[in-house]
């Protein structure tokens, strides 16, 4: 009998919700792994998305849980390949680097991946720290990127190993529950819909002053805005600022939502905005296009591989709040522009089912062993 590679998947799970744990429970739920023996590494933490890439007491405890576990997996399975993500923060850097270090001693081959918007900065480092972190960078015998940008800086920073493009994706649960919703396009009154981390870098104060704008001209908009908080006080900035423009009745926020009730929020809007200053390839636009919701976003991270403008979606500039107010009334007002960017979109994330994504990272895996 043919022994079959042991891969070790390294990563959290929901909840939180994110890129990290969507693909991890992709990967861990995808026929394309079947031709491995695979476990699993919880990398969970179960601390609010907020605690994300700080140095403190909890964040150190979990990575010291997180060096025995993967230690021990790696002492009992012995596994051949080693998949695992990378985190773009400078503190989470350091300890999936750490990670690394303890699968590659064991003579495991290994696969990073990479999501977050801010790994340029980590490229970026110059003098000592930069060899460091070149020469951590180097454990790694594939890099996965979101897009093709990512993998052109990869290519000119002078990685040595293989950079593939591999993509976000979305769950099974998610693309079956979107499929069997059949959507009306005709409203009275079309509502928009946020989900992300809430705070400046999705571009939530941007989108108040928006609403505000809107309000004030006797054109008022509502958007309801799904996400906890990105970064510790700025939800209470948000709600000071939302006092202040005085759009309570038009800014819903709803915090974090899973499950049936972030399906009915996708069920329930008619476009969605995400006006972003930085981001890798966000997995909600996949969510939205399943549920044939037109898009409003900005042109940042590796989305050009997947947005085009008035192909399928609507691309505005990050910070201009006037081509948001515009985007937003236009959407609004057309029926057959929701319809057409809507209908296209959901055809243009085809590629990017699980099936197809997981598929790419286990035929990766299967040629280097």
């Known amino acids: 009998m043919m022994v079959k590679t042991r891969v070790l998947v390294l990563g959290p799970i929901p909840p939180p919700v994110g890129g990290v744990e969507t693909v991890t429970k992709a990967i861990l739920e995808s026929r394309a792994f079947e031709r491995f023996e695979v476990t699993h590494c919880d990398l969970t933490k179960g601390r609010k998305k907020e605690t994300q890439g700080k140095i403190d007491f909890g964040n150190v405890r979990w990575a010291i849980i997180h060096f025995a576990r993967m230690m021990r997996s790696m002492s009992l399975l012995q596994p051949h390949v080693v998949y695992m993500p990378v985190a773009a923060k400078w503190a989470g850097f350091w300890r999936d680097m750490v990670l690394a270090w303890i699968a590659k001693r064991s003579g495991a081959k290994l696969v990073g991946h990479i999501h977050g918007p801010k790994f340029a900065d980590i490229l970026a480092k110059k003098g000592v720290i930069g060899s460091v972190t070149r020469a951590r960078l180097d454990q790694f015998d594939v890099l996965l990127v979101l897009g093709t940008a990512w993998k052109d800086l990869f290519e000119g920073y002078g990685y040595r190993g293989q950079v593939s493009v591999v993509p976000s994706t979305l769950t099974r649960e998610f693309f079956e529950v979107a499929n069997a919703f059949e959507r009306k396009y005709e409203s009275e ?20 002053e928006v609403l505000h704008r809107l309000k004030a001209a006797g054109q008022p908009a509502k958007v309801m805005i ?144």
């Not at 009154?189 to 108040?208: A, E, I, S, T």
């Open 226 to 369: 799904v996400g906890a908080p990105e970064y510790s006080g700025e939800w209470d900035k948000l709600m000071r600022r939302r006092d202040e423009l005085a759009v309570n009745d038009v800014a819903e926020f709803v915090g974090p939502l899973q499950g049936e009730a972030l399906y009915e929020c996708f069920r329930q809007a008619s476009y969605f905005v995400l006006p972003s200053y930085r981001e890798g390839l966000p997995v909600v636009f996949f969510e939205a296009a399943a549920f044939e919701l037109p898009v409003i976003a900005t042109p940042v991270g590796v989305s050009a591989d997947l947005l085009k403008h008035e192909h399928n979606c609507l691309l505005i500039n990050p910070g201009n709040v006037e081509e948001i107010a515009n985007a937003i009334k236009r959407m609004r007002a057309s029926v057959s522009e929701r319809k057409q960017y809507a209908r296209q979109l959901k055809k243009d994330i085809e590629r990017y089912h699980p099936d197809n994504v997981c598929g790419l990272i286990a035929d990766i895996i299967t040629g280097m062993v």
């Open 189 to 208: 009154n079309p509502v928009g819909l946020f989900v992300g981390q809430v705070g400046h870098r999705k571009g939530v104060f941007d989108l108040l």
